[in-house]
């Protein structure tokens, strides 16, 4: 029998690879220490095998994919915690600035609401009595939109910098 939290060395090379090459084709940066890098990876693949999807590796999983959406890799709060603090919460994606050592890399405070209010949100969402709780913005260069409270570092399709994003407003007059 397999031991679900044994994992391969040749697997995590593998995996950085391929999630290497996946963060540059999208503008992201993956934390320069490979060591540390590698051991998070080694926490994404064990928490697939242990509940059928990649979680954070710095969370506690309800292992329950619905109640854990909002923290599979990349999780819900990577791009926020990428603009207020420089780096996500388990420190896996960083900017320019800690990549380059101009920043220090710093703890990331838990944004994650608590199971309580996840699950309220969930069923305001699914009632459909909600509305949207983030902007919508819209990358001028290619017209890619994404919901979020800020717009992306960089746009996924075209590359474009953050500065090209401009909020959408609708006008429902």
């Not at 380059?100 to 069923?123: A, S, V």
């Not at 009595?129 to 913005?137: D, E, H, Q, V």
């Given at each position: 029998m397999i031991n679900k939290d044994t994992v391969d060395l040749h697997d995590v090379d593998v995996s950085f690879d391929a999630l290497s090459k996946d963060a540059e084709s999208k503008g992201y940066i993956l934390n320069p220490d490979k060591e540390f890098t590698k051991a998070l990876i080694m926490g994404l693949i064990i928490n697939k095998r242990r509940y059928g999807y990649p979680s954070c590796p710095c969370r506690?999983?309800?292992e329950k994919k619905e109640d854990d959406l909002d923290i599979i890799c990349p999780c819900n709060y990577r791009d926020v915690d990428l603009n207020e603090h420089g780096a996500c919460y388990c420190a896996l994606y960083v900017t320019?600035?800690?990549?380059?050592?101009?920043?220090?890399?710093?703890?990331?405070?838990?944004?994650?609401?608590?199971?309580?209010?996840?699950?309220?949100?969930?069923?305001?969402?699914?009632?459909?009595?909600?509305?949207?709780?983030?902007?919508?913005?819209?990358?001028?260069?290619?017209?890619?939109?994404?919901?979020?409270?800020f717009p992306p570092e960089v746009c996924p399709i075209c590359k474009a910098q953050k500065e090209r994003f401009e909020k959408l407003v609708i006008n429902m007059a």
């Open positions: 506690l999983a309800d320019r600035e800690i990549a380059d050592g101009k920043r220090p890399l710093n703890p990331i405070p838990e944004r994650r609401p608590p199971k309580e209010e996840r699950i309220k949100k969930r069923r305001l969402l699914e009632t459909g009595t909600t509305r949207l709780s983030y902007a919508i913005w819209r990358c001028a260069v290619c017209g890619y939109l994404c919901a979020r409270e």
